[in-house]
Every structure is written in structure tokens, then in C-alpha cells.
């Protein structure tokens, strides 16, 4: 019991100390008169709605999921349920692919 609780201990002590070493910071250069400044500056933004719209619809999955589970078997709000769970993985999806999309043509076409 005792040796099983040091090897849980020292591992935990070594994987935070690993940890330190793995995380770097990143490296932005700021200004809009260089193109990668630029570039940045639109993925940021991005990110930024992406991440929005992909908690927005990870709350509509979860208010979903919580509607099906309290249908009580009526079968009129069981269907909305799925109605509203199948738009909610559909619309993320949509995020998800039109921000690959629109990376890639800034990256192609602002190189």
C-alpha cells in the first residue's frame, strides 16, 4: 500500500516536471504591415467564432440530450429532441469544416 502510494506520488512529480519542459509559449509578432502579422491576426478571429459557435452548439447537444432524457417516452418530444441533437452535430460539423477551408485558402493564397 505504501510503496503502490510513492510510485503514484513520484510519478505525478515526474510528469510535472516533465510538463514543464514540454509547454512553450508562442511566439506572435504583432503589426499589420507584415503579411504573417496579418495572417495571425485573421486566425485569431476565426478561432475566436469557431470556438464560440462549437460551445454554442455543444450546449444545444447537451439541452438536447437533457429534452430526450425527460420526454417521459412522448414520442412528439423525443422526436424534436433528435430533430434538435442531429441540427446540433450538423451545424458543428459546418463550423468545424468551413474554418479548415478558409485556412487553407489564406494560407494558399497569402503565401
Not at 83 to 88: D, E, Q
Amino acid at each position: 500500500m505504501k510503496k503502490e502510494r510513492i510510485e503514484k506520488s513520484l510519478s505525478q512529480l515526474i510528469a510535472l516536471k516533465i510538463g514543464d519542459y514540454v509547454i512553450e509559449t508562442p511566439k506572435v509578432k504583432f503589426g499589420w504591415d507584415q503579411l504573417y502579422g496579418a495572417r495571425a491576426n485573421i486566425h485569431a478571429i476565426i478561432d475566436w467564432f469557431v470556438g464560440f459557435a462549437v460551445v454554442l452548439a455543444i450546449g444545444f447537444i447537451v439541452y438536447s440530450g437533457i429534452q430526450f432524457m425527460t420526454s417521459a417516452g412522448d414520442a412528439e418530444k423525443v422526436t424534436s429532441a433528435r430533430k434538435m441533437l442531429t441540427a446540433s452535430v450538423i451545424g458543428m460539423v459546418i463550423v468545424l469544416l468551413s474554418r479548415v477551408i478558409i485556412l487553407f485558402f489564406i494560407e494558399t493564397f497569402f503565401e
